[in-house]
Nanobody
Framework: QVHLAELGGGLVQAGGSLRLSCAAS????????MGWYRQAPGKERELVAS???????KYGESVKGRFTISRDGAKKTVYLQMNSLNPDDTGVYLC?????????WGQGTQVTVSS
């Protein structure tokens, strides 16, 4: 069974940075793509960033230029570097990995940005 474990959430002031990590129980190149969604109260779940098996990245419009997704195959881990955080970035960040139509989700990590 595939598992994803996230680390790195927390409380940060506006303008600060955080790095999230998502460690997989399998070779991350078995996933078609991996990334993060976030869920904020009263808002729809939105894609933050993704990286596919070929290394192509995608970002949500609101995080472009501030967030960077990367990976380390040897550590079976995907990272999300978040810079210039603002209160609108507050939410639960959920790591996912997709193999064909099947998504595996991490437990989620809370990110809170204070103004």
């Amino acid at each position: 069974q595939v598992h994803l474990a996230e680390l790195g959430g927390g409380l940060v002031q506006a303008g600060g940075s955080l790095r999230l990590s998502c460690a997989a129980s399998i070779n991350i190149f078995e996933f078609n793509d991996m990334g993060w969604y976030r869920q904020a109260p009263g808002k729809e779940r939105e894609l933050v960033a993704s990286i596919n098996v070929g290394g192509v990245t995608k970002y949500g419009e609101s995080v472009k230029g501030r967030f960077t997704i990367s990976r380390d195959g040897a550590k079976k881990t995907v990272y999300l570097q978040m810079n210039s955080l603002n209160p609108d970035d507050t939410g639960v960040y959920l790591c996912y990995g997709r193999i064909l139509s099947r998504h595996t989700w991490g437990q989620g990590t809370q990110v809170t940005v204070s103004s």
